[in-house]
């Protein structure tokens, strides 16, 4: 029953994520591209931050993985091809293979991304995220392996830049969904949900296509600690 919660909550944060409001069109990318791909680009995220059906984010992967071909010294796209596979992971209702492909995919999307001089720091925390979505395909034989995965991951993206949110977001969630015996717990997760959201509050990304994601499924986070009242809220 544990593992069928784990799986459900997590499956609703990848929606929350993905259902967040798009960002403001961005100045010119600082590669070569042709002409309206900063515009194009700035719709195709608004299109993946509106939606939380899995075939939709496919296809709007598949558009990020035109403009990586459009502009292929730009790490964005192979970024949010990665992002966009992800969450299609998480949201899908396909077996469990196909949904470690969709991750498989988002893997080598992020790879690609890393050789092209991508943010680490984004990139770790996506990669953190992305390992909880290996753990949720089978919670009860991958919780061990994908949580300190997932745990590495987002703490180096967090030492990288202390001022990244998704860093302490995905930490918060790791720690949200893990046992008491281990460590983890709705109590242990809250101040680094807090943290999170003092982040928010300050982080400037560096133009408006960089990963601004995650703000709307931490404050319905701490929306549910505040509907738990303080004795539930510190139970699993």
Do not use: H
Not at 211 to 223: A, V, Y
């Amino acid at each position: 029953m544990k593992n069928a919660l784990f799986v459900l909550a997590l499956a609703a944060c990848s929606f929350s994520v993905a259902a967040q409001p798009s960002a403001a069109k961005a100045p010119a990318a600082a590669t070569a591209a042709p002409a309206g791909y900063t515009e194009m680009m700035a719709a195709t995220i608004a299109e993946l931050n509106s939606t939380g059906d899995p075939a939709k984010l496919l296809e709007i992967a598949s558009k990020f993985e035109r403009a990586a071909a459009a502009a292929p010294t730009d790490w964005l796209p192979q970024y949010y091809q990665a992002y966009g596979r992800m969450l299609a992971s998480f949201t899908s209702k396909e077996d469990g293979d196909v949904k470690d492909k969709y991750l498989d995919q988002a893997e080598a999307s992020l790879a690609q991304a890393r050789k092209l001089g991508g943010d680490e720091s984004e990139l770790l925390a996506l990669q953190g995220y992305l390992f909880q979505g290996r753990l949720m395909i089978d919670p009860m034989n991958r919780a061990q392996v994908y949580s300190g995965r997932a745990m590495e991951a987002a703490s180096k993206a967090k030492a990288l830049n202390p001022a990244n949110p998704r860093a302490y977001l995905v930490l918060g969630n790791n720690l949200y969904f893990m046992p008491e015996m281990y460590g983890g717990g709705k109590a242990a997760a809250k101040p680094l949900y807090e943290e999170a959201k003092a982040r928010f509050a300050t982080f400037k990304p560096a133009n408006s296509l960089s990963p601004n994601w995650g703000e709307r499924q931490l404050l319905g986070r701490l929306k549910a600690y505040e509907q738990a009242g303080p004795t539930q809220a510190t139970t699993k």
